[in-house]
């Protein structure tokens, strides 16, 4: 079955750069569907990110799209996700997701990874 | 605050029936197909109904979805303890071009 993992810095330092990987099995990220991330501040509600497909095409979240840069490496299977210039506002589990846009259907997510912004 | 509304609490009695509201706009909801998931404490969410009123492989015909307008519901028949979850719905924008989620409903299984 298709399975999702994180993996990155559980701590980023305000004003640099968050770099999260998912790894993904059980499916080929080259074969179909978007690939993006999900976040979900402390005690709050979910915030999509955006996705990206495997030709190149991209959504984001407009009041995030001026820091976030989401890649594919076919080769390994895997997609990032960098946030750059971050403050204690990012501190969130962020959580990989794959997705059929733009229908919003989130059919795989990743158990999460809990990201802290410190100063 | 979310694109869309959703009460921030329910509540029901095993065995009762709990409908949990989701609403929104003419770019949103009113265009486009409501998608809800489930999240229990300190896990992932997890994919419930999809394309309005649609049930993935494994999850009970006990959750139904209906949307009107823009306006889209959650329907538990029967509530079960393993009920009580944070139900999140979502959809597509077509004015910000991107996914966007309600605030959430707790829903506590007296």
């Known amino acids: 079955q298709v399975q999702l993992q994180e993996s990155g810095p559980g701590l980023a330092k305000a004003s640099e750069t968050l770099s999260l990987t998912c790894a993904v099995s059980g499916y080929s990220i080259s074969s179909d569907f978007y690939w993006g991330w999900i976040r979900q501040p402390p005690g709050k509600g979910l915030e999509w990110i955006g996705g990206v497909y495997h030709s190149g095409n991209t959504y984001y979240n407009p009041s995030l799209k001026s820091r976030v840069a989401i890649s594919l490496d076919t080769s390994k299977n895997k997609f990032s996700l960098m946030l750059t210039s971050v403050t204690a506002a990012d501190t969130a589990v962020y959580y990989c997701v794959r997705q059929d846009l733009p229908a919003a259907i989130l059919d795989h997510w990743g158990r999460g990874t809990l990201v802290t912004v410190s100063s | 605050q979310s694109v869309l509304t959703q009460p921030p609490s329910a509540s029901g009695t095993p065995g009762q029936r709990v409908t949990i509201s989701c609403s929104g706009s003419g770019s949103n909801i009113g265009s486009n197909t409501v998608n809800w998931y489930k999240q229990l404490p300190g896990t992932a969410p997890k994919f419930l109904i999809f394309?309005?009123?649609l049930r993935p492989s494994g999850v009970p015909d006990r959750f139904s979805g209906s949307k009107s307008g823009t306006s889209a519901s959650l329907a538990i028949n029967g509530l079960q303890s393993e009920d009580e979850a944070e139900y999140y719905c979502a959809t597509w924008d077509d004015s910000l071009n991107s996914v966007v989620f309600g605030g959430g409903t707790k829903l506590a299984v007296l």
């Open positions: 394309n309005n009123h």
